[in-house]
């Protein structure tokens, strides 16, 4: 992409003009946990085919489009269907949104997603604060040159994942009486899953959930020195942890079983983010 950074200004420039606060906290929405949009109110949506220089979505049950409105007396904005490596983006495409949010004045980003538990204390329908991450199976996402304007060439990865958020996520759940883990997220390119052997070594390296998106975005933000906060929703066992195979519906099904207790999770945090 030549004139990147003109490109995300030209899609930074159109969205303004279409809303009329600027969001608090941006939220990627997860495999089929895309229905939080139900729970906005005064919303203006923005497909991504209206907006200059966007991608666009390709994959079933995610559609694409920017919501922004209120969310637990908040401004926010959703993002409903977003940009995995699997499709064939580049990872700029892939963190183009993110870093849209902050030509936007956005400075908070929640991560949500779909994962395949590694941990075998877990189980399906758990959700799981992200403490931190294993990336290295992902390309970078600031790799080229760099955008002064956003970052450092090499920016501190030391804490990605805010300790303070996680902790008053952690309290949101508390006084929801809704059970929360917390564990570190293993990125991997998909969109095959994974093997057994796999899942095995990403165990050994310390990764409690797997999955295929999330890593690039959170890199992207903090980068831009964005407070990012991440919840996995465990949508199954990943592979060789149970004697069974793996599919995308079930991970579909998984998420919409999860959804009111995640939107309620999700609409408190929100709420209390500082
Ligand atoms: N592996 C990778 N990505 C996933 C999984 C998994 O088991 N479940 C949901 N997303």
């Not at 991450?133 to 990865?157: K, Q, S």
Request: proline share 5%; hydrophobic share 40%.
């Amino acid at each position: 992409m030549g004139n990147y950074f003109d490109k995300l200004k030209q899609a930074a420039d159109y969205i303004r003009q279409k809303i009329h606060k600027t969001p608090y906290i941006a939220i990627v929405l997860g495999s089929g946990l895309g229905n939080l949009a139900n729970y906005m109110s005064n919303t203006i949506e923005i497909p991504y085919e209206e907006i200059p220089n966007f991608p666009r979505t390709t994959v079933i049950g995610h559609d694409g489009r920017l919501i922004f409105g209120e969310l637990g007396g908040r401004d926010i904005v959703a993002m409903k269907g977003r940009f995995h490596y699997y499709e064939g983006w580049d990872m700029e495409e892939v963190v183009f949104p993110i870093r849209i949010f902050k030509l936007l004045g956005v400075n908070n980003l929640l991560l949500t997603n779909a994962a395949g538990g590694v941990n075998t204390q877990f189980k399906p329908g758990d959700l799981m604060l992200i403490k931190d991450h294993i990336g290295f199976f992902a390309e970078n996402p600031l790799r080229g040159e760099n955008i002064d304007e956003l970052g450092p060439r090499f920016p501190d990865m030391s804490q990605i994942y805010d300790r303070e958020l996680v902790e008053m996520a952690a309290e949101c759940a508390i006084r929801l009486r809704c059970d929360i883990r917390r564990g570190i997220y293993a990125y991997t390119k998909g969109p095959s899953f994974e093997t057994p052997s796999e899942i095995r070594a990403l165990k050994y390296f310390g990764a409690d959930a797997v999955g295929m998106s999330t890593v690039p975005e959170a890199i992207a933000a903090r980068h831009m020195s964005m407070n990012v906060l991440g919840i996995s929703c465990i949508t199954n066992m990943a592979a060789g942890v149970l004697e069974q195979t793996l599919n995308h519906e079930e991970v579909i099904e998984a998420g919409k079983k999860v959804e009111g207790k995640f939107a309620a999770l999700v609409s408190e945090i929100v709420k209390s983010w500082p």
